[in-house]
């Protein structure tokens, strides 16, 4: 089995509600805080995803609904 890395960002909202997300990792430990300014966050609304697909493929979902207008939040 291969290995790939992973990073997850939990994030608390005000009402009490908690997400925790993995993905890629987009940041190591070499950068700086000002080196990651957030400059633009997406949400996708994919729903469910097959029970044996790879991070990588999830990934790519994420990045096709992004390129596609008509199936991202922002």
């Given at each position: 089995m291969s290995m790939q890395q992973v990073q997850m960002v939990i994030i608390d909202l005000e009402d009490g509600?908690?997400?925790?997300?993995?993905?890629t990792p987009i940041t190591s430990d070499q950068f700086m805080d000002e080196d990651c300014t957030v400059?633009?966050?997406?949400?996708?609304?994919?729903?469910?995803?097959?029970?044996?697909?790879?991070?990588?493929?999830?990934?790519q979902m994420a990045l096709a609904q992004i390129e596609a207008p008509t199936g991202m939040l922002q």
């Open positions: 509600s908690r997400g925790v997300f993995i993905g400059e633009q966050v997406w949400f996708t609304n994919i729903q469910s995803i097959p029970k044996k697909a790879t991070l990588e493929q999830v990934v």
